[in-house]
């Protein structure tokens, strides 16, 4: 009798965690959490070890890259990192150009979104636009071109790791799915 109600009890065990890992495996829900709180303790921890270096910006960068739908996280979090880019650039290369803030931020969208619109990106125009007031702000408060380069650096570094993220738990889910059967 013991010997059937641990059979059973293994049984109902075995399904439960199944059905849990299939539920878990397709969710967007938890794998967007899972993967949003592993871009963000990554991010975190280069934010306490280095903190003279505006790293906080990669943590804003690395959550905008890594996308809610898994069916195109992929395709979206490579373009938001291309957007990202475009936008630092922009932002760094407006610092040079000696004219008002006003003109360089109206020159620096419009040059974003004929970058993005040209690059087939425009779902993604919106953090190119982000990444530029990022870079380009901070930098004319401080007056410094090493704090442009600062803020470029700390977006590009947020964008990578938003996008090992994607790529590497991306890998391991395709695995789990095909290990389980779900």
């Not at 849990?20 to 397709?26: C, D, K, Q, V």
């Not at 975190?44 to 959550?63: D, Q």
């Not at 690059?119 to 071109?145: D, F, G, K």
Request: proline share 2%.
């Amino acid at each position: 009798m013991y010997f059937c109600g641990a059979v059973i009890i293994n049984l109902i065990s075995f399904n439960m965690r199944n059905l849990i890992l299939r539920y878990t495996l397709h969710s967007d829900f938890i794998i967007y959490t899972i993967r949003v709180l592993i871009g963000f303790l990554l991010g975190y921890i280069l934010f306490v070890s280095f903190p003279e270096y505006s790293v906080s910006w990669t943590l804003i960068s690395i959550i905008l890259v890594i996308s809610p739908q898994e069916n195109e996280s992929q395709k979206i979090a490579i373009d938001r990192a291309k957007s990202n880019f475009i936008g630092s650039a922009i932002g760094l290369t407006l610092y040079f150009v000696p004219i008002s803030q006003l003109y360089a931020m109206i020159i620096g969208i419009i040059a974003s979104l004929i970058i993005c619109k040209t690059l087939n990106i425009m779902a993604v125009a919106r953090t190119s636009m982000v990444a530029l007031i990022i870079v380009y702000l901070h930098e004319q408060e401080s007056r410094s071109y090493f704090a442009a380069l600062d803020r470029f650096g700390c977006v590009c570094v947020g964008c990578l790791i938003g996008l090992a993220v994607i790529l590497s738990t991306r890998n391991i889910i395709i695995q789990l799915r095909n290990r389980y059967n779900c």
